[in-house]
């Protein structure tokens, strides 16, 4: 059975994203955006873009969560271990050149 998203705080999901994933923020149209998106890069190159929620201490939704987990193209268990900890940003960059780059069958 696929295991089924956490929650978390926005807090934790926050400081997780920014010290595992990137601390390189895409400025957006206005000077200072409701929730911040950051750039996830690979070899020095953009692959993709998250929205990180603010620093709240507050529950945030699954929904929500799960669209995170999409733009970082992790499944729902990969996403609840970077954010416990179990998983590493070295580790997280590992599953994301697997998937962006597949060996050839």
Request: net charge positive.
């Amino acid at each position: 059975m696929a295991e089924k998203i956490k929650r978390f705080l926005e807090s934790e999901i926050n400081s997780k994203i920014k010290s595992k994933v990137s601390k390189v923020r895409i400025p957006g149209r206005k000077k200072r955006g409701p929730h911040p998106t950051f750039a996830i890069s690979l070899n020095g190159k953009i692959v993709g873009k998250v929205k990180v929620p603010n620093d709240h201490d507050r529950l945030f939704s699954e929904g929500k969560s799960e669209k995170i987990a999409q733009a970082l193209k992790l499944t729902f268990e990969e996403y609840n271990n970077l954010i416990e900890c179990s998983l590493t940003g070295s580790g997280y960059f590992e599953i994301l050149a697997t998937r962006l780059n597949p060996a050839p069958a």
